[in-house]
């Protein structure tokens, strides 16, 4: 009792879309999806009729709050022609879609379903800075954020204890910045689709126009210490290693694994599914690490009868810059206190031994909250399937990778396991 | 393809707990959600230690809004002393925590858990009723609410309809007000456990010590026709055709069939689940009957292998009057336009042969919207249990109950089924 990790039908990927992730002043949540929900349905190599999918499982994180409009389910349903199919929203902060993707997972798994889709959506960017701020701050525990501590000042905390603790320094993580810009250089529905290098080039041309003294900086990482180009947000956090405000969605279609053959020959199998949930910050025995990453990791895992070593690439819930090697530590990839050193040695660049955020990450594609879980299986999809274009991983032998999402400060942690072969 | 309703492995009830719903100066949700997590681990016969939940799906509407605070399924994790383990949070709107009891029950189905809690609260008192309006409203389709289409104007518009329809009146739906008093008053943990007599004695008194002119109602109908007692809200819903605005929390404990016998030798299985999703008003076919309705109760009886006849007593989704003679056509207890008279006969009493809302529905008991669906399972598990006190009903083989739940104006509805022997 207790134990049972295998369920009982097989879960597979057939299908997946997304819009781009930018801020929109012309384009809505509704538009987003429908743009998203296209392209999961053109994928399919077979085809399908939409009239085929029986339920659907969204993920939003708080719509109500951000454009004052909630019941999300039966809104898109709705947009889709889907009724009267059922249409449940799930919420786990900046992880609900990946939990509308795992709960649309179940229902397959147990017999209920056999065409799904799942996906998630958020718009962000028509209220000010400071009112997506506080609409972001809800996902906090309710410990933290009244006393002011917003995200961006817990992950300078995470920051802090992990340099403290392990000798790293900020400049660890610009190359953690870094590579996430060149991964997105590669990716068009990136919304950061530039290398700091491009952004360098725009600020001179920005700083020339003006008649303001133009820096000469040698190469990125100078950049990135420049506090005119990348200015503190929250000691030690700066503005390079937080993600942006995004308007987005992003759509999966799950079928029985038994089924999929009837639309493609080149299914994405889920094998592996995790989740926890995280303590108030005070009541944390660490703040390096995330007790729910690491049981999301162990659900993931055992389910899956798989090892860090067996995972060749993922994308991780890079909200800041350190996050990225707190997950990749919490995962198992490095060893606690080595992340800062693998990613300085370009371990987790396109071409190093453990792709991260080969997509551009939440940092540089965007992160409209309730969208980035299915938008990180969207690429998973696109490396397992070859056909990342020239971000595409290479390596000639790709058979499993992985996602990992993150809500709130650790509130919920999530980890899923693909791979391309049965 | 498509005709699976059977799940992989059965899904049963074996404990149930809920808050008594009320207006509370002093009580916030986490408070509530502690009270019916301590009623429902304390209902298990054999014992249970909390450690042994390996998982918890948790339905609100949106205390985003209405006390500012999001990512509950962590938050009510960590009350209960549940990280690192999962926390879900399902959303559709006034049914989210039957979502909640669906999404936990296909992962026990799928073989990923055996032992869930799934649950739901609701926080609401704490703001100016036109708030609450407001917050409700964000359930309502965006083509209706931002033309002032609330929903007492919703329902009193489907009330002139099916009055227009099929000849009933608006005194036609006292009767289903009476008869819910009648069994709040059985009832402690509803927020009106009072019949209509026992407020008119209340009013009288009033009137009485204010020195105001003093009515004389002969019976209670008469009462609900005077303007005075029963004003009108929006034609022709007048203040008893609505339920009140309410805070509580409510939870069931879910288990795998084959383990339940380790917890009780009387669990509630869950036989039958179904769930629907509706159109926008201007695009539904009828404003008498919800397509979403109907797809959850073919879903719900083509898994249960039941048909409408072989439900004994069911809690059905009472936000206002006019909705319980929707519901029960909808869901085949009644034809349609026939449930007004079914009522007024004294059908649905509780001697009657189709008692609905023995707890006093949502119109007595309250309706702390995220917590209404798992509620209704409580009252179901009583029920079905004989441990319904003096609200029992009088049925010597009672084997079958329902429970039917709305969200929006029909944006979600659910229809779940239940026996006490498999």
Redesign the interface.
């Known amino acids: 009792?207790?134990e049972?990790?295998?369920?009982?039908?097989g879960v597979c990927i057939v299908g997946a879309g997304m819009s781009r992730f930018d801020m929109y002043k012309d384009k809505d949540s509704k538009q987003l999806f429908a743009e998203a929900f296209k392209e999961c349905i053109d994928s399919v190599d077979k085809g399908i009729d939409p009239k085929?999918i029986?339920?659907?499982w969204l993920g939003n994180?708080?719509n109500?709050?951000f454009i004052?409009?909630?019941?999300w389910?039966?809104?898109i349903?709705?947009l889709l022609g889907?009724?009267?199919?059922?249409?449940?929203?799930?919420?786990?902060?900046c992880a609900s879609s990946t939990?509308a993707v795992?709960?649309a997972?179940?229902?397959i798994?147990?017999?209920?379903?056999?065409?799904v889709l799942a996906g998630g959506v958020e718009e962000m960017s028509k209220i000010s800075t400071e009112a997506v701020s506080e609409g972001l701050a809800?996902?906090?525990?309710?410990y933290e954020v009244y006393e002011g501590f917003t995200f961006p000042a817990v992950f300078g905390a995470i920051a802090t204890a992990y340099f403290a603790k392990y000798g790293a320094t900020w400049e660890d993580l610009n190359y953690v910045t870094v590579k996430s810009h060149e991964n997105a250089k590669l990716n068009p529905k990136a919304q950061f689709n530039m290398t700091i290098k491009d952004i360098m080039n725009l600020r001179i041309e920005k700083y020339k126009k003006k008649g303001q003294p133009v820096p000469e900086w040698k190469d990125e990482y100078e950049a990135l210490r420049d506090p005119r180009f990348n200015p503190v947000v929250a000691w030690p956090m700066r503005l390079f290693d937080c993600c942006p405000i995004s308007d987005g969605a992003a759509c999966v279609l799950l079928v029985a694994e038994e089924?999929a053959h009837m639309f493609t020959d080149h299914p994405i199998y889920i094998i592996g599914?995790g989740?926890?949930?995280?303590?108030?910050l005070h009541?944390c025995p660490s703040l390096t690490s995330l007790?729910?990453n690491?049981?999301?990791a162990k659900?993931a895992y055992e389910?899956a009868g798989l090892t860090p070593k067996d995972i060749q690439f993922a994308e991780v819930h890079d909200c800041f810059s350190i996050a990225e090697l707190i997950h990749i530590e919490d995962l198992g990839f490095c060893k606690e206190g080595t992340a800062y050193r693998f990613v300085r040695e370009g371990g987790t660049r396109l071409n190093g031994p453990m792709p991260i955020n080969t997509s551009g990450g939440l940092k540089c594609k965007g992160h409209p909250v309730g969208a980035t879980g299915a938008a990180q299986m969207v690429e998973v999809w696109h490396q397992l399937r070859g056909e990342a274009g020239p971000r595409q991983i290479p390596n000639g032998d790709l058979h499993i990778g992985a996602s990992q999402n993150l809500?709130?400060t650790g509130?919920?942690c999530t980890f899923m396991i693909f791979s391309n072969e049965k």
Do not use: C, V, W
Request: no cysteine; net charge neutral; aromatic share 6%.
């Open positions: 009792m207790g049972k990790r295998k369920l009982g039908r085929e029986q339920a659907m994180f708080t109500d709050f004052h409009q909630g019941h389910g039966p809104i349903s709705d889907l009724p009267p199919k059922p249409a449940t929203r799930t919420e786990g902060a939990l795992k709960d997972a179940y229902a798994a147990s017999g209920m379903y056999d065409i809800l996902a906090g525990s309710p089924i599914m989740q926890g949930s995280g303590r108030a009541d007790e729910a690491k049981h999301a659900e389910m809500g709130g509130g919920t």
